[in-house]
């Protein structure tokens, strides 16, 4: 039988997990949920951008970690031992499922990112975009580990899932010293310039994505087929 | 593909089994039989990798693996057509020659698709065809099936003996599960019961499983009427259907099937020629089948 290059394909999975999700439509809640918190907060008297971007910060996070756990969950357990088996490494469709999340977080935060100026309220210079950028992709990535350790392969009770998702939400969100997600928030609406914190949001956005990759193999070795 | 005494347990839960010990070679097709519980998804699941021994080794695993599982989802929204596709690129295809797969498999297991052509509007045996096929995108070293005849209807149980006997001709291994109570032809080369591998409460694991011998399989000689040579139902497609001499073919089938064959043969116009033992000690003709069938008519 022809192949294509004669290995398994990531990309494959990933638009196969794609298509899946878009299938089911349980993205939704989620990113309608951060839809609104950009649209409800956008409205306002043309004040400066920073401190809006630090409630995006804030509000994908939840929604980062709601998607994950939707996205983890998208195929009957049958069927991802299927796509497992398919995919020859079974740690494949875990990574092209992060992708897909990812994807997503990175399609709402720079939506968010650019629509206080387009309702004309607003002006902003190239370091606020950038910075309000890397501070939302930082909090995203946060929700995708958060997601993943609560994702119906680690924790396959909804009812524990849900509490621990909660908590660590919270812990995220409310907690000073928990990095990384309120440290932005309070940096971003503490009122200094843009260029004058572009390295700390652009270190912690490099640190998360890597916590972010390393997450993938432990989850995975927790992950528990059911019998 | 060597399973180096492989066994079993969910967390502190009772050993569902324990050093059990294959070797499967090239060609070979094995049935894993055993009461509800005793381990056969687990078993196969540890095969595909799936999951982990908690005790002893798997080695020699193929890279190319087909993996059918009892029960197929139902729920998907995607079709059945675009789910082979992708799961055809995911296992290397081009898309063009998943959907060239996709359409050959389907239409070799006579799928007839739902209302609206996605999974989730498929009968049960539809579905099952599409899970079959997803496994045979690509021709499979190691074919893993659980409980594959559920579901299936006659053409479905024809092709997959095929398909059966096509796998392990190429030196794929087969290797799938059976409920003795669910009818399914017979197209094991070698037969393991599971019972046997589960240890008593607080008794120390017992060994491996049990292979079932030649004995409980028979070989049945027919003669077709119409020298058309075409069996009815499931076994057309047995692996070991073989001439035997110009104007009859030999099956060997295991005793639980034997009787449904004789009755299925007879009604379709098929001669009994005679019924032996698998392998018998001796050159004389016997009954080899349950309850005492003909040994020749």
């Known amino acids: 039988m022809q ?23 349980l993205y939704l809640p989620p ?39 939707v ?13 497992m088996v398919s995919a020859h490494r079974m740690w494949f469709p875990l990574a092209a499922a992060v992708l897909v999340t990812v994807t997503f977080d ?33 909090s995203a990535g946060a929700g995708v580990i958060v997601g993943m350790f609560c994702s119906r392969q680690v924790v396959p009770r909804p009812g524990y899932a849900l ?43 490099a640190l998360v994505t890597l916590f972010v990759v390393a997450t993938i193999p432990i989850v995975h070795a927790l992950h528990r087929l059911p019998r | 593909m060597k399973l180096a005494s492989v066994g079993k347990r969910y967390g502190r839960g009772p050993w569902l089994f324990d050093r059990v010990t294959l070797d499967l070679e090239p060609g070979q097709v094995i049935a894993i039989s055993g009461s509800n519980g005793s381990g056969k998804s687990t078993l196969l699941n540890l095969m595909a990798g ?22 197929f989802p139902g729920h998907q929204r995607m079709s059945a057509i675009a789910y082979l596709t992708h799961l055809g690129r995911i296992r290397g295809l081009s898309t063009s020659v998943a959907q060239r797969s996709t359409h050959a498999l389907l239409e070799r297991f006579s799928f007839s698709s739902g209302s609206d052509g996605s ?45 059966i006997a096509e796998t392990a001709a190429r030196g794929g291994i087969v290797a799938l599960s059976r409920h003795l109570a669910v009818p399914g032809p017979a197209v094991e080369s070698a037969r393991y019961d599971l019972d046997g591998a589960t240890p008593a409460d607080g008794a120390p694991p017992i060994a491996a499983v049990n292979l079932e011998t030649a004995a409980t399989t028979a070989k049945v000689v027919l003669r077709p009427h119409d020298h058309s040579r075409r069996l009815p139902g499931p076994w057309a497609g047995v692996a070991r259907t073989g001439p035997n001499h110009s104007d009859t073919v030999d099956l060997t089938v295991a005793h639980h099937d034997c009787d449904r064959l004789l009755l299925a043969a007879l009604q379709s116009g098929w001669s009994v020629v005679a019924v032996l033992p698998d392998d018998p000690p001796t050159e004389g003709r016997t009954d080899g089948c349950n309850d005492g069938g003909d040994d020749s008519t």
């Open chain 1, 3 to 25: 192949r294509r290059r004669g290995r398994f394909d990531v990309t494959a999975l990933y638009r196969y997990l794609a298509a899946n999700v878009l299938h089911r439509q």
């Open chain 1, 106 to 138: 990175g399609v709402m935060a720079a939506a968010a990112l650019f629509f206080p100026l387009l309702v004309g309220v607003r002006s902003a210079g190239g370091g606020d975009l950038l910075v309000g950028l890397l501070a939302q992709l930082a």
């Open chain 1, 71 to 83: 996205v983890l969950a998208t195929e009957d357990v049958v069927q991802e031992r299927i796509t």
């Open chain 1, 163 to 205: 509490l621990l998702a909660a908590a660590a939400v919270l812990a995220l969100l409310l907690v000073q010293w928990v990095p990384p997600v309120n440290p932005l928030i309070r940096l971003l609406a503490g009122g200094e310039s843009a260029s004058a914190m572009l390295g700390r949001v652009a270190v912690t956005a």
């Open chain 2, 50 to 71: 799936l999951i982990r021994p908690t005790a002893g080794t798997i080695s020699g695993r193929p890279r190319h693996i087909g993996y059918v599982p009892e029960r």
């Open chain 1, 31 to 69: 990113v309608l949920l951060f839809g609104v918190v950009v649209v409800v907060g956008s409205r306002g008297d043309g004040g400066p951008l920073l401190p809006l971007y630090a409630l995006w910060t804030g509000a994908i996070l939840i929604s980062s970690v709601w998607l994950t756990i």
């Open chain 2, 119 to 163: 999974i989730r509007t498929l009968s049960k045996g539809n579905a099952q065809k599409v899970a079959l096929a997803q496994a045979l995108l690509v021709p499979p070293d190691l074919f893993i099936l659980d409980e594959p005849w559920t579901g299936l209807d006659e053409i479905g149980h024809d092709v997959l003996s095929r398909t």
